[in-house]
């Protein structure tokens, strides 16, 4: 087992939870939670999923900078759980800072405190005195990379910021009517289109007599795709309160977890109305 240690701060709440061992400096994305002041882990694991969305799309590896890990909780009366956790390099730190919510101060400073540790990182890993013309010419071109990168980043991730202050509510969930609505499709379309990419499916429950059009129709619900990515992104919830299905079966209503809204409809090659194409 790695272990890690704690290293010297320089009075930074940021600094007083790094950690340092054979692997380089890191940050425990459980410690980083309530210092950039999130107090649910669910709606910091979003900001996350969008910093590894956009270390992806800048060209890097997520996977390399964010490791997913465990680590145990004290819940109470000297007992302990297990719970998710990443390890998060420098710059995921940074980015999971970028993409949190812009109105809270703790992400201001978080921000300005991993930027300036980078750059003063930097400068004391070489002696100025020792530089040839050439290696200052590769630290420019490193510097302007690394800039460019984290740029593309914060481009790629302003989309996802805007949806998820828009759309993402407490509730967690929408009916698939209302997921279609927000890029301008129907009910009707919005099946159709998770049908046809193999998201989803039909199950068939029978047929019933149609007072309204005098015939029988068939009845059906819709499951989301098992072994899938997006199988995660569906809840399916029974529905007690409402009318039982012919057969006394309850009825089952698929929701989307609004969460991964915006992941749905990229998979399904759609924009949300209003956003920039």
């Given at each position: 087992?790695?272990?890690?240690?704690?290293?010297?701060?320089?009075?930074?709440?940021?600094?007083?939870?790094?950690?340092?061992?054979?692997?380089?400096?890191?940050?425990?994305?459980?410690?980083?939670?309530?210092?950039?002041?999130?107090?649910?882990?669910?709606?910091?694991?979003?900001?996350?999923?969008?910093?590894?969305?956009?270390?992806?799309?800048?060209?890097?590896?997520?996977?390399?900078?964010?490791?997913?890990?465990?680590?145990?909780?004290?819940?109470?009366?000297?007992?302990?759980?297990?719970?998710?956790?990443?390890?998060?390099?420098?710059?995921?730190?940074?980015?999971?800072?970028?993409?949190?919510?812009?109105?809270?101060?703790?992400?201001?400073?978080?921000?300005?405190?991993?930027?300036?540790?980078?750059?003063?990182?930097?400068?004391?890993?070489?002696?100025?005195?020792?530089?040839?013309?050439?290696?200052?010419?590769?630290?420019?071109?490193?510097?302007?990379?690394?800039?460019?990168?984290?740029?593309?980043?914060?481009?790629?991730?302003?989309?996802?910021?805007?949806?998820?202050?828009?759309?993402?509510?407490?509730?967690?969930?929408?009916?698939?009517?209302?997921?279609?609505?927000?890029?301008?499709?129907?009910?009707?379309?919005?099946?159709?289109?998770?049908?046809?990419?193999?998201i989803v499916y039909r199950?068939?429950?029978?047929?019933?007599?149609?007072?309204?059009?005098?015939?029988?129709?068939?009845?059906?619900?819709?499951?989301?795709?098992?072994?899938r990515e997006s199988f995660?992104?569906?809840?399916?919830?029974?529905?007690?309160?409402?009318?039982?299905?012919?057969?006394?079966?309850?009825?089952?209503?698929?929701?989307?977890?609004?969460?991964?809204?915006?992941?749905?409809?990229r998979k399904c090659d759609?924009?949300?109305?209003?956003?920039?194409?």
């Amino acid at each position: 087992m790695t272990a890690d240690v704690a290293v010297a701060t320089d009075g930074s709440p940021f600094d007083a939870i790094r950690r340092e061992d054979e692997q380089g400096e890191w940050w425990s994305a459980r410690d980083l939670q309530p210092m950039l002041d999130y107090t649910e882990w669910r709606k910091f694991e979003d900001a996350i999923e969008r910093a590894q969305a956009a270390c992806n799309n800048s060209g890097l590896n997520a996977p390399d900078h964010f490791v997913g890990a465990a680590k145990m909780v004290d819940i109470g009366s000297g007992a302990t759980r297990r719970v998710i956790d990443y390890r998060l390099t420098r710059f995921a730190a940074y980015l999971v800072a970028m993409n949190g919510d812009p109105r809270k101060q703790a992400i201001a400073d978080a921000q300005t405190y991993f930027a300036t540790k980078t750059r003063q990182a930097e400068a004391l890993m070489v002696n100025p005195k020792e530089l040839s013309r050439s290696d200052l010419a590769r630290m420019v071109l490193a510097a302007e990379e690394e800039l460019s990168a984290v740029t593309a980043a914060l481009k790629s991730a302003e989309p996802a910021i805007a949806y998820h202050d828009r759309y993402v509510i407490e509730s967690d969930v929408v009916v698939v009517k209302v997921w279609a609505a927000q890029f301008g499709l129907t009910e009707q379309q919005g099946y159709a289109l998770l049908k046809e990419k193999g998201i989803v499916y039909r199950i068939s429950l029978g047929a019933r007599w149609s007072n309204s059009k005098g015939r029988k129709e068939e009845v059906f619900e819709y499951r989301a795709r098992a072994g899938r990515e997006s199988f995660a992104w569906f809840d399916l919830r029974p529905q007690h309160n409402a009318p039982r299905h012919h057969n006394g079966q309850v009825r089952q209503t698929l929701y989307v977890r609004q969460g991964f809204a915006l992941d749905l409809g990229r998979k399904c090659d759609l924009v949300p109305t209003g956003s920039a194409s």
